[in-house]
């Protein structure tokens, strides 16, 4: 019998694919949600990881996002499906916490990305396809690359690597009987994330850099934003003493080595 559940499974994706499957993504995560939650439960599991969103948070709240923000106004519209979902989950965990006693806890991180990532422009996160627009452009010898957008909206971003080490450092806490992060009287989430944003145009001059393509950025305005700005408030989790470590610098030149790898394993 596992001690432990972590649920990360999840029909994710950036805007297009929020855009072009909004039934996928609330009905087929609410069904991945109640099952495994509902299944932990069931095998005497006490203790239980919920990865969530920060989408969660409504569109236009105060920045940076508060754990005590979640349903205090209207959600960003381009990934509403996806949210609601999350917020789903988040709503299991405090209901089991308080009819069963368990330690179910809810973790809702920014941005993610890191090795053996999805790189597929049609569904995969802004970052993730801004690696491969950048680098397929690099390779063809284009001038100009395009991007979705204005290019103001500010976005977080944390390495997979940093934000699986703030997982255990929870679990570790859920052990000492969870004090301070599982209480009756509010949803059991803390947010995970570096504490920095930026803008998606200076992202893309970042991507730009390490991949090496050297043109012009050509923004598509007739394409949505999304959430004009998504920043956590990480005062909980540094407070209890855990921080990054990667930054963003070092991270994508990371994950664009594994992108090159996984480009020459899939050429062999």
């Keep these: 019998q596992p001690d432990v ?23 087929n995560n609410i069904c991945i949600q109640t099952n495994v939650i509902d299944g932990a439960h069931r095998a005497g599991v006490g203790k239980l990881l919920f990865l969530g969103s920060s989408c969660i948070y409504p569109r236009d709240c105060p920045q940076p996002m508060k754990e005590s923000y979640l349903l205090t106004g209207p959600l960003e519209f381009t990934n509403r499906s996806y949210a609601i979902a999350k917020i789903s989950g988040i709503e299991m965990c405090w209901a089991y916490n308080r009819q069963y006693g368990t330690r179910y806890l809810a973790v809702m991180p920014p941005n993610l990305y890191g090795i053996r990532d999805n790189f597929d422009l049609e569904n995969s996160h802004v970052l993730q396809a801004l690696i491969r627009k950048a680098h397929e452009a690099k390779v063809a010898g284009l001038s100009v690359m395009s991007a979705w957008g204005t290019g103001k909206a500010r976005r977080e971003f944390l390495f997979s690597d940093d934000f699986a080490d703030a997982c255990v450092f929870l679990l ?3 052990d000492e009987n969870g004090k301070g992060l599982i209480e009756d009287s509010h949803p059991p989430i803390v947010n995970i994330g570096s504490g920095v944003d930026l803008t998606i145009s200076e992202l893309v001059a970042v991507v730009c850099e390490i991949v090496g393509f050297r043109g012009r950025i050509d923004w598509d305005y007739s394409k949505p934003n999304g959430s004009p ?14 921080k990054s470590t990667t930054d963003l610098h070092k991270g994508i030149r990371v ?13 062999e």
């Excluded at 994950?255 to 050429?267: A, I, P, R, V, W």
């Design 5 to 27: 559940v972590i649920l990360a499974a999840a029909i994710v994706g950036g805007i297009h694919a929020n855009r072009s499957m909004p039934t996928a993504f609330i009905s």
């Design 255 to 267: 994950t664009y080595g594994d992108f090159l790898t996984q480009l020459h394993k899939e050429s």
């Design 229 to 242: 700005q998504k920043l956590l408030d990480i005062s909980r989790l540094s407070l209890l003493g855990w």
């Design 172 to 174: 570790n806490r859920l």
